[in-house]
C-alpha cells in the first residue's frame, strides 16, 4: 500500500509517546528534585521498578518483529545507567567550571540545552550499543525537536562533553569525540556525501581530545581526523586533518565605513 492510498504503520513500530514519556521519567529519575528526603530512597526504588516495567511494556509490544530479548535488555540498561548518571555529572561539572554564566550544577542540570541534548544522547547511546531498533532515535530525535541539537545516538563521546549554547549543533552517527571536548552552536561534523551504500562505514570526523570548535564550523569526513589540544576558529569549513596542538582560522575582510559618506543603498530583500 503506498503512502498516497494510506500508509498504516505496523506493530513494529513503537509508540512514540510512550518512549518520550519513558525519556522524560528517566531524567526526572536520573536528576530527581527531592523536596522531602524522608522515604527517598524507597520512593527512587519504587521510581526504577516502574521505569523497568514502562521500558518492558515499550519493548513488548514492537519486539517480536525483531526478535528482541526484553529482560536482558531492560537488565543490561539498568545497569550501565549509574555510570552513565556520573558520566552526565562530569559533562555539567565541565559546563559549570567552563561556562562563566553558569552558576550551579543545578542551573547546568535544568536549564541548559547542551547538557539536556547530552544527557538524551547518552541514554540513547546505551540502547543503541544494545542493539535496540528505532527507541534510540525517537529519544534523540525529541531532543533534538526541544533544544535544537541533533545527536545521532550512534556517535561515540568521551567525557565530559561540553555544547555552549548548541542550537544547530550537528553531530554524525559514526562521529567520535575524546575528552574535554567543547563545541559552540551551528557546529556540524558530517559526512562528505549522503550515499546510501556508505551506510556501514565511518562517515564522520573524529575529534580528538581538548579540542574546542567555536560557532558554525563544519567538519566532514570519515578519514577527518582534528588533532589533540587544537582550536578551530568560527565560521571554518574542514574536509581534511588538522595535526595536534592546531589553530585553524577563517578571517573574513571587514570593512568599516563612515555611514553619512556611503551612497549604496543596503536594503536588499532575502
Known sequence: MSLKQGYILSASVPQKKRVIEFSLDLFEYLFPVVENEKNYENKHKRKADSLRNSL???LYAFSEAYQ????KIATAFFEELEACKSCL??????MLQFDPAAKSIEEVVITYPGFQAI????????????QVPLIPRIISEHAHS????DIHPGA??????????????VIGETTLIGKNVKVYQGVTFGALAV?????????????EDNVIVYANSTILGGKTIIGRDSIIGGNCF???????MSIVYHQPIITVKNKKDFTEPLNWVI
Do not use: C, Q
Open 146 to 149: 526541544t533544544t535544537g541539537i
Open 156 to 169: 561515540t563521546i568521551g567525557v565530559p562533553f561540553m555544547i555552549d549554547h548548541g542550537t544547530g549543533v
Open 238 to 244: 574542514i574536509v581534511e586533518s588538522v595535526p595536534a
Open 89 to 94: 555529572l562530569e559533562d555539567a561539572t565541565a
Open 56 to 58: 518492558l511494556e515499550i
Open 119 to 130: 544527557a538524551a544522547y547518552r541514554v540513547a547511546n546505551i540502547l543503541y550499543r544494545l
Open 68 to 71: 528482541l530479548d526484553e529482560e
Open 195 to 207: 550515499k546510501k551504500e556508505e551506510a556501514e562505514t565511518k562517515r564522520h570526523p573524529t575529534i
